[in-house]
């Protein structure tokens, strides 16, 4: 019975080493693990032993992939096959039989054909699709002398189109909403407040890291007095850090605001707009977001406004995470009687989109 079992063992483990691609070093090493990229004289793999590995080629002495390649080279079609190193340092892609030797130095990226098709020969997603994002719901309750409810919503998405091997000049979308309900009894007098504000920015990146922008954004903060702001403009921006763990981005522009009040004052004024987007993960499961827009006032100097949005969010599940965040909208010139600020905390539940 043993015997049996350490056979089967033994059998389940050479099949799982047999599916794997094996790094041989120049030192003798080895090394075992599926394929992701090669590109920049790395060799990056993932292994159930060690993660993702990353190896540079000068180190290889042999290496083979046996399931299907694209091998990139920039301005022609990707060469499909099965991988293998040369002892030059080349590669030698078969397929149908045919082996094609390419030189290493001509080669912009290799990676597996399923991961190829997916990322770039996919059909365009629809105005719908591809958002990328998150939704957050708070509520807190108060018992006592008063009750108190809030409800706090927040919503944050951006749809950008998927990546291609050169740089296209492409637009991407920004949309964030936010909103607080508040009410709050005591001794048969109520008290409600909303508020709601909602943006939209649409980029046109013109390089990888530079672009124009058009934004609007409406509000309605009973807090400040204000029953609606129309704000639009425009600008430029600039993505300082782009990668999977941290991005951050800064965003300068002109914008033309109306604002109604709940006393029936209007105002129409033109203000600056400076602003910055920061992300970052921290860990699989810890990630902070935080976004910031400052309106300076040209038509009526020294007054002005922002808006700030700080988010903590902890991962429980692959979509559910517990955050907790920070919203403070800030008016310097609120009618007479209304407060400045608008800060809320707000601890939830996330959904990741």
């Known amino acids: 019975m043993k015997l049996w079992f350490s056979s089967l063992l033994a059998l389940i483990c050479f099949a799982g080493i047999a599916h794997a691609d094996v790094v041989t070093l120049k030192n003798g090493d080895r090394v075992t693990g599926a394929l992701v990229t090669i590109k920049g004289g790395n060799l990056q793999l993932k292994s159930d032993m060690m993660g993702d590995v990353t190896i540079p080629m000068a180190k290889v002495a042999t290496y083979s992939v046996a399931k299907p390649v694209a091998v990139i080279i920039k301005g022609q079609q990707p060469v499909r096959g099965t991988l293998e190193l040369a002892p030059t340092g080349d590669w030698q892609v078969k397929a149908n039989g045919q082996t094609q030797t390419i030189a290493a130095a001509k080669v912009d990226?290799?990676?597996?054909?399923?991961?190829?098709?997916?990322?770039?020969?996919?059909?365009?997603?629809?105005?719908?699709?591809?958002?990328?994002?998150?939704?957050?719901?708070?509520?807190?309750?108060?018992?006592?002398?008063q009750e108190t409810n809030t409800t706090t919503t927040t919503l944050n998405a951006v749809r950008e189109r998927p990546p291609t091997l050169d740089f296209e000049r492409h637009t991407r979308a920004n949309f964030g909403l936010t909103a607080m309900l508040s009410s709050a009894n005591q001794t048969g007098s109520s008290i409600t407040s909303r508020t709601l504000?909602?943006?939209?920015?649409?980029?046109?990146?013109?390089?990888?890291?530079?672009?124009?922008?058009?934004?609007?954004?409406?509000?309605?903060?009973?807090?400040?007095?204000?029953?609606?702001?129309?704000?639009?403009?425009?600008?430029?921006?600039?993505?300082?850090?782009?990668?999977?763990?941290?991005?951050?981005?800064?965003?300068?522009?002109?914008?033309?605001q109306h604002e109604k009040f709940f006393t029936g004052a209007q105002n129409q004024t033109g203000n600056g707009l400076v602003g910055e987007?920061?992300?970052?993960?921290?860990?699989?499961?810890?990630?902070?977001?935080?976004?910031?827009?400052?309106?300076?006032?040209?038509?009526?100097?020294?007054?002005?406004?922002?808006?700030?949005?700080?988010?903590?969010?902890?991962?429980?599940?692959?979509?559910?995470?517990?955050?907790?965040?920070?919203?403070?909208?800030?008016?310097?010139?609120?009618?007479?009687?209304?407060?400045?600020?608008?800060?809320?905390?707000?601890?939830?539940?996330?959904?990741?989109?």
């Open 277 to 353: 987007r920061f992300g970052k993960q921290f860990n699989k499961r810890m990630r902070l977001d935080h976004n910031l827009n400052f309106y300076p006032n040209f038509s009526q100097l020294g007054e002005y406004r922002f808006d700030t949005t700080t988010v903590l969010s902890i991962k429980v599940s692959t979509r559910l995470s517990l955050n907790s965040s920070l919203i403070d909208l800030y008016l310097s010139n609120p009618p007479a009687g209304n407060h400045q600020n608008n800060v809320t905390f707000s601890t939830g539940i996330g959904y990741t989109f």
């Open 109 to 145: 990226t290799i990676m597996p054909e399923d991961a190829y098709h997916k990322m770039y020969e996919a059909p365009s997603p629809k105005p719908w699709q591809a958002w990328k994002g998150g939704v957050s719901l708070g509520e807190s309750l108060q018992r006592g002398n």
């Open 197 to 256: 504000s909602s943006n939209l920015r649409e980029d046109w990146l013109f390089t990888p890291t530079d672009f124009v922008f058009g934004i609007a954004q409406l509000d309605h903060i009973s807090t400040e007095g204000l029953y609606l702001r129309q704000t639009y403009g425009g600008g430029f921006g600039k993505d300082v850090i782009k990668n999977s763990r941290t991005t951050f981005s800064l965003i300068g522009g002109m914008t033309f």
